[in-house]
């Protein structure tokens, strides 16, 4: 039987791969992905992934085809870059949105990698510094990985299991994001800190410090009636008859 060659596309990581250890394949800062097949439509359309909530995990693990990469390895940012890219290769850069009642196209191709300031980087570590504004803690924190969104989500829904109406799942990525408190690294003070001494006020500045600097795609986007939007990735993303609002 002849072995079928599907195209390929090099993606660029928003992090230019700065994040990982030097010896992991992603520090080239670029990963390898196949265009969409059927396969991945019948994914895409796996009740089970649905609804377990990992449909978008299986379809990048399938897309990707760099050796040794995993979607699990990449840091959110660098993930949502792949999903664009996937996307575009899939179904086009057309992506239907209905806003206000009226249906807008966005354009996936013109959304580009955001710059970041590279020297908040120590090359080869996902670990960085910040001194909150208010209560002058120290943190040290990562970017989370697509693992650490799985492990938050894991518990976030034990949480809800326990307290239906539970919604803690700010304090959970937060609590997964802060690696250490005024130099301490323990689990045990990072959790009990962000329970119970994160001011709020400092919690929305770090919050904000994140946003800016960690690197990621732009998902902001203009219309043709100059209106600036947030572009939102899901599973109708792959799907736009399923009907997408922003």
């Known amino acids: ?16 791969g700065l994040v990982y250890p030097k010896e992991h394949i992603l520090r080239s800062g670029k990963v390898e992905v196949k ?10 359309t796996n009740s089970a992934y649905i609804k377990n909530g990992t449909v978008i995990d299986k379809l990048i693990d399938s897309v990707i085809v760099t050796e040794g990469v995993n979607q699990k390895d990449l840091i959110v940012g660098d993930k949502n870059a792949v999903m664009i890219a996937t996307r575009i290769l899939g179904y086009g850069a057309d992506y239907k949105v ?3 009642g009226e249906e807008h ?12 300031d590279v020297s908040l980087i120590t090359e080869g570590q996902n670990e960085f510094s910040f001194k909150l504004p208010h209560s002058k803690v120290d943190l040290t924190y990562k970017i989370l990985t697509g693992n650490d969104e799985n492990s938050i989500n894991r518990e976030v829904q034990g949480l809800k299991k326990l307290d239906k109406n539970s919604s803690a799942e700010l304090s959970t990525r937060m609590k997964y ?30 919050r904000d410090h994140i946003k800016t ?3 990621d795609v732009d998902l902001s986007y203009v219309l043709d009636n100059g209106k600036e939007v947030e572009v939102s990735i899901g599973l109708n993303f792959f799907w736009p008859e399923l009907g997408n609002s922003l």
């Not at 354009?107 to 710059?115: A, T, W």
């Open 1 to 16: 039987m002849s072995e079928f060659k599907f195209p390929t596309e090099t993606v660029d990581l928003p992090s230019k």
């Open 35 to 44: 265009y969409m097949t059927a396969k991945e439509e019948d994914i895409l």
């Open 98 to 100: 209905m806003i206000s």
């Open 105 to 116: 196209t966005i354009d996936l191709g013109q959304i580009e990698n955001k710059e970041f």
């Open 177 to 206: 994001m802060i690696l250490s408190v005024n130099g301490d690294s323990e689990k045990k003070t990072v959790r009990e800190f962000v329970d119970n001494g994160f001011l709020a006020r400092d919690a929305r500045a770090f």
């Open 213 to 215: 600097t960690s690197p």
